[in-house]
Structure formats: structure tokens, C-alpha cells
């Protein structure tokens, strides 16, 4: 080997050992919670994540903390009492509506959906079910406009990209169809059953169905990027995506939420086991998706994006653990952050 190529070969390694160190960095924290704020600190440093963070173990909350502003222009930071969108995390709320309601007899999760939109005859032969609309497997092709709140009409022409129950896909039409099913079958608006079926036994008084956003205090101004240097709007009316992602809380609520769902007095053993089964094989349950982690499938977690903000919970039984992450900052990869905690949580870390 000439002396050229041994330095070039020397200085390569020189170069993959020094990157090989720097994937490897030690997180520098002696226990969980200082481990926790070392990774969400770097990510506010990097700008990889801004808003509300809160950690259970065991039960406990063993971190909670807040990052960057809630109103740049305000010089009005983030805090506890800080409210965001939550987006598509409003599913299991509407999942739990629908379970209640079927344990009230208002509705059975087997009936097709032409019993409550008998003004769409063609929705007979579609042989879609509600619980078709609960795991996402439906197939019925997204629907849903900003154009407008959902009307029957819109139903005209449903098309399916498949069999209902044969292949799975992700559906924000669905629960906006199960949002009206609730309603049909009530007798009571959207807001009025999250309220008075969630919202209230849980005292979850930070929490509700978002609509004009200038008028819920404390509402985290969304943004663009973690950078929080321009500010995302949402052009349409939130009434649209009711069911799938019009709801706002901040993360004390939800962590009610959270431990609501495992209590009997709020969510029957039954409606739990409903909620939280395989329906979709490795994939969903009720209203989130689940995973295993060591082997062990006890993780249900679910995610939302909005304009201007992003969220992620995810529910461990095995030690009792809870992770929530609520952004008013678009574009950000909240699951990886999700990942590196339930890392140090299970103390692989």
C-alpha cells in the first residue's frame, strides 16, 4: 500500500470513528427524568420540537415541562394552562362516544351505516359496518372537503378502494361518519355528547370542540416550524373534521384522559377489552394504533398534525407509563421523540 493511499484510508476511518461517536452520543442524565429533559432539551435546541411535554411512570408523573412560546408576538410562553388543536388525537374521544353509545343501546358496532343515511340507498350494497369505520377498514375513499360541514349528499356516489373488512386504510372520512352516526343515534350534537360523556366525568374543563379559535383563551398560536418565526393558519372551518381532529386540551387534561380510559367507573372492563383488542391484526384497535415494544403488545398510541400543530400519546400498560407530546409548531417528527422516551423509560437508555 503506498503512502498516499494509507492516509486516505487512515483519514476515512478517522472519519467513520468520529461519526460512529457522535450517533453513539451518552445521554449525561443519572436518572429517567433528567434523561427525559436531556433529549427534549436537544430537540428545543435543534428546533425539533417546541409546546408541552408530560411523562408518567408508574403511574406518576415524573416529568412535565414546557418549551418555547405560546404566542411569539405576546411574549406569552408555554405553560400548563396552555391549550393546542390535538388533531386526529380526537379519535379515541369519538371511538369512546361510540362504544358508550352502543353500551346505552343507541347503536350496535355491527350495523351498517345505510340504517342511519337511509337517504343513500346505494350504501346498502356497501355492506360497510360501523366497527368497518372504527379500525379503518371500511375502504371507503376520503370524502371529506373544506369546502364544507359534512352533508348525506356528500355520500352520493361512494366509492370503496375495497371490500369493507378486507385490507386496512387510514380514513378521516370514516370518523367523520362516525361523528354523525353518534349524533343520528343521540339525538345530540358532537359537542354535547363529548361533554357530557367525557369531557365532564373527567373534569377535563381545559378541553373542548374547537371552532372560532380566537375565542378559546389560552390557545397556543400555531406555527410553521419549531423555529416559531411564522405563523400556520388554518384555512377552513374545524367544524369539518369533526370527529376526526376538533378537539383542543392541553396536557393535564390528558392526562385524565389517559388514566380515565383505565377506569372502570368511566370506561367499563368491557368497552376497554373493545377498545384496545387486535381488530386489525399487529395494527389498530378502537380508535388507536397499537405496537409491541420487546415483544410485548402493550402499546396503544395515536398522533395528530394540524397546520400549525402536532401531537403524540402514547399508553403503556406494562409499568403504567404514558407519554404526551403537544406542539403549536407544523412539520415535526414526534414519534422519534415518543421513541428515544420510552426508550429511557424501559431503560434501555
Not at 405563523?231 to 386540551?249: H, K, P
Not at 403537544?326 to 421523540?337: M, T
Request: with cysteine; hydrophobic share 40%; aromatic share 8%.
Amino acid at each position: 500500500m503506498t503512502t498516499k493511499f494509507r492516509a486516505i484510508f487512515m483519514a476515512a476511518g478517522l472519519l467513520l470513528l468520529i461519526s460512529t461517536l457522535t450517533s453513539c452520543e451518552i445521554n449525561p442524565g443519572k436518572t429517567k427524568p433528567e434523561k427525559i429533559d436531556y433529549v427534549l432539551e436537544k430537540a428545543f435546541k435543534k428546533r425539533e420540537f417546541v409546546g408541552n411535554a408530560i411523562v408518567l411512570d408508574k403511574g406518576n408523573v415524573i416529568y412535565k415541562k414546557s418549551y418555547g412560546e405560546a404566542n411569539v408576538k405576546a411574549a406569552m410562553p408555554n405553560s400548563d394552562s396552555t391549550k393546542f388543536l390535538i388533531a386526529s388525537l380526537s379519535k379515541p374521544f369519538t371511538a369512546i362516544l361510540i362504544l358508550k353509545l352502543a353500551k346505552q343501546g343507541k347503536l350496535d358496532l355491527n350495523d351498517g351505516i345505510e340504517k342511519f343515511f337511509p337517504e343513500v340507498p346505494e350504501l346498502r350494497d356497501k355492506k360497510i359496518t360501523i366497527h368497518h369505520l372504527l379500525t379503518h377498514t371500511s375502504g371507503i375513499k376520503e370524502f371529506i372537503t373544506e369546502k364544507h360541514v359534512f352533508e348525506q349528499n356528500d355520500l352520493n356516489g361512494t366509492v370503496c378502494n375495497f371490500d369493507p373488512g378486507s385490507d386496512f386504510e387510514y380514513s378521516n372520512s370514516g370518523y367523520v361518519l362516525l361523528k354523525e352516526i353518534a349524533e343520528i343515534s343521540s339525538g345530540k350534537s358532537y359537542k354535547e355528547l363529548v361533554n357530557t360523556i367525557i369531557l365532564s366525568p373527567l373534569n377535563m374543563n381545559s378541553s373542548g370542540v374547537a371552532r372560532d379559535m380566537a375565542s378559546i383563551s389560552n390557545l397556543a398560536v400555531g406555527y410553521k416550524d419549531a423555529s416559531q418565526q411564522e405563523v400556520d393558519e388554518i384555512a377552513y372551518s374545524l367544524g369539518t373534521i369533526d370527529g376526526a381532529g376538533s378537539l383542543f386540551s392541553t396536557a393535564t387534561d390528558m392526562v385524565k384522559f389517559s388514566q380515565g380510559i383505565d377506569s372502570q367507573d368511566f370506561l367499563p372492563k368491557s368497552l376497554q377489552a373493545l377498545m384496545f383488542r387486535q381488530h386489525v391484526n399487529q395494527k389498530c384497535g378502537y380508535g388507536w394504533f397499537l405496537r409491541e415494544r420487546g415483544g410485548v403488545w402493550d402499546v396503544s398510541y395515536h398522533k395528530g398534525d394540524l397546520p400549525g400543530y402536532t401531537s403524540f400519546l402514547s399508553r403503556r400498560t406494562t409499568g403504567n407509563q404514558m407519554i404526551l407530546l403537544l406542539s403549536n409548531a407544523s412539520r415535526l417528527d414526534l414519534a422519534d421523540l415518543e421513541n428515544e422516551i420510552a426508550k429511557i423509560l424501559k431503560g434501555t437508555e
